[in-house]
């Protein structure tokens, strides 16, 4: 429902209510350097899709969210060729 999927630095997702998605991630960043997911609430995510990823990436954090209702069998958090990651303070139901 948001992607960022070319280069860039500090991207930002914050304050979000997201919800209702057919099929892919409810926040997917991508190529992305330092970028941050925090203080959103991402539910009723159809199969296959993720609550909250971070992808080929470096850096950043993904921070006091909440998820619900995914449909995703990787799980509410997914991240994937990315280091130096903060996964802090998350609730996933």
């Known amino acids: 429902m948001i ?3 070319n280069a860039h630095s ?24 330092n970028g941050i997911l925090e ?3 991402v539910f009723d995510i159809a199969s296959p899709g ?4 971070i992808a080929n990436s470096s850096g950043g954090a993904i921070r006091f969210n ?3 209702d995914i449909g995703s069998i990787n799980g509410g958090i ?3 060729g990315t280091t130096n990651l903060d996964i802090i303070g998350n609730i996933l139901r």
């Open 66 to 68: 909440e998820a619900e």
């Open 10 to 33: 500090n991207t930002v997702v914050k304050h979000n209510i997201i919800h209702d998605g057919n099929g892919d991630e409810g926040v997917q960043l991508a190529n992305c350097t």
């Open 78 to 80: 997914y991240c994937y």
């Open 39 to 41: 203080y959103n609430y």
């Open 3 to 5: 992607r960022q999927s």
């Open 50 to 53: 993720d609550a909250l990823n």
